[in-house]
């Protein structure tokens, strides 16, 4: 069983970065934040299966979820790696029934996991807080076409470059990044074969990014920003 606590204000601001939260004052947060409970979990752990009652949905504030169901051969076919400030299995709570899929802690990591009951109860007694939440859906899902968009101009090299354009904008350390989790799920999260996330790795050398086993070297950010050529404010959310 995980272990169980209450939020506290330096989730805040993974709480913030959830698309669902974004747009919602302090104060509506605080209730929100009130009402549920933060995880710890270890790599590797199980936070649902599928089949079960979709009881909640979870916000991710430390660590990598990655998002999958089994093959009839009893493979892992990843829909997606999921990291702090972003939300999962929000729609089928919301409609009800059980979990499609399986979520797993792909590092050690901490959630917030927001029950059905209790969210329910929140959108009743504060419709400011529903009307403010919808809104903020709309934003985002405007903000993630523009994205979705850009990002699909991209090659495979270019793709990967943003990737670790993100990591370095929430690294403290200049220039080194250490990668979070196995390649094959940095492959799939980027929607990519893991040769084809290879053979990036290999093309990004030309623009000063080097990989020895999980640390990635990036000689200067700036280079590798002109290289994927994409507006920065597309990954400044990963450094707030």
């Known amino acids: ?14 709480m913030r970065m959830c698309p669902l939260f974004q747009h ?20 590797g752990q199980i936070i649902f299966t599928q089949g079960d009652p979709a009881e909640a949905f979870f916000v991710v504030l430390e660590g990598w979820v990655k998002v999958y169901r089994l093959t009839p051969a009893g493979a892992e076919a990843v829909f997606t790696v999921l990291t702090r400030g972003e939300s999962f299995a929000e729609p089928v709570m919301f409609l009800g029934g059980h979990y499609p899929v399986i979520a797993e802690a792909a590092s050690t990591g901490r959630l917030l996991r927001v029950e059905h009951a209790s969210f329910v109860q929140c959108l009743e007694h504060e419709s400011d807080l529903a009307a403010a939440m ?19 101009l991209l090659d495979a090299p270019r793709r ?36 084809s996330f290879s ?15 999980e640390i990635v070297s990036i000689a200067d950010a700036r280079i590798l920003s002109d290289f994927v050529g994409l507006d920065a404010r597309l990954y400044s959310s990963a450094s707030q």
């Open 24 to 43: 919602i004052g302090e104060a509506a947060l605080g209730r929100i934040a009130e009402k549920c409970r933060v995880m710890a979990v270890e790599r």
């Open 134 to 152: 919808l809104a903020s859906i709309g934003r985002r899902a405007g903000e993630l076409t523009q994205q979705i968009g850009a990002l699909k």
């Open 199 to 213: 053979r990036a790795l290999a093309a990004l050398t030309k623009v000063g990014v080097t990989t020895k086993r």
């Open 160 to 195: 990967v470059g943003e990737f670790f354009l993100r990591l370095l904008a929430d690294s403290s350390q200049d220039g080194r990044i250490e990668l979070p989790y196995e390649k094959v799920l940095i492959a799939a999260r980027l929607g990519m074969t893991p040769e």
């Open 1 to 14: 069983m995980a272990n169980m606590s209450k939020a506290n204000e330096a989730d805040w601001g993974a």
